[in-house]
T-cell receptor
Framework: AQSVSQHNHHVILSEAASLELGCNYSYGGTVNLFWYVQYPGQHLQLLLK??????LVKGIKGFEAEFIKSKFSFNLRKPSVQWSDTAEYFC??????????FGKGTKLSVKP | DAGVIQSPRHEVTEMGQEVTLRCKPISGHDYLFWYRQTMMRGLELLIYFNNNVPIDDSGMPEDRFSAKMPNASFSTLKIQPSEPRDSAVYFCASRLSGTGFEQFFGPGTRLTVL
């Protein structure tokens, strides 16, 4: 069965620290990978996506993610976080039936 | 363009009452998804439709939950009877086939069952 694993449940960082959130997926076919962000009290919004091509994908607000096929990974990174990045981050992979398989999410708290 | 529209945004009801949540997908989108989010269980896919037809309802918790999509621009999620453990935020999302898997989420309905 397809699945997405996010390694960290809750990450706490100080402003200006670098961020890396882990995501591993299990799916043998063509992968479509996503990171969504959910700010407190809001709905999920797309942060970035990967379909094909350059494995380093740049998204909004300075976020990027790298697709490493050999490791089945799609980790999210940001070189310097801000307090406004406090949110929950969800990794997802496109499923075989047109749905998205979401990970359980990682809460990021950034201390000012 | 209007995004996914959900109503009501907040619903407070008493145990045993019927609750109906509504969703209008983005015009032209042919997939519609219902999710439930709680602190304990995170984000759960309940059911999704393609061209108004339910594709997978394996995430629907029990027979108290039902969902319909009578036309391409409207869907409902009904809980009857409601229970306190149904308290959650319910999100609707839609997407257009042929453009990738990106889903667009609505603002959610926060349901509180007393």
């Amino acid at each position: 069965a397809q699945s997405v694993s996010q390694h960290n449940h809750h990450v706490i960082l100080s402003e200006a620290a670098s961020l890396e959130l882990g995501c591993n997926y299990s799916y043998g076919g063509t992968v479509n990978l996503f990171w969504y962000v959910q700010y407190p009290g809001q709905h999920l919004q797309l942060l970035l996506k990967y379909f094909s091509g350059d494995p380093l994908v740049k998204g909004i607000k300075g976020f990027e993610a790298e697709f490493i096929k050999s490791k089945f990974s799609f980790n999210l990174r940001k070189p310097s976080v801000q307090w406004s990045d406090t949110a929950e981050y969800f990794c997802a992979v496109g499923g075989s039936q047109g749905n998205l398989i979401f990970g359980k999410g990682t809460k990021l708290s950034v201390k000012p | 363009d209007a995004g996914v529209i959900q109503s009501p945004r907040h619903e407070v009801t008493e145990m045993g009452q019927e609750v109906t949540l509504r969703c209008k997908p983005i015009s032209g989108h042919d997939y519609l998804f219902w999710y439930r989010q709680t602190m304990m269980r995170g984000l759960e896919l309940l059911i999704y439709f393609n061209n108004n037809v339910p594709i997978d309802d394996s995430g629907m918790p029990e027979d108290r939950f039902s969902a319909k999509m009578p036309n391409a621009s409207f869907s409902t999620l009904k809980i009857q009877p409601s229970e306190p453990r149904d308290s959650a935020v319910y999100f609707c999302a839609s997407r257009l086939s042929g453009t990738g898997f990106e889903q667009f989420f609505g603002p959610g309905t926060r349901l509180t069952v007393l």
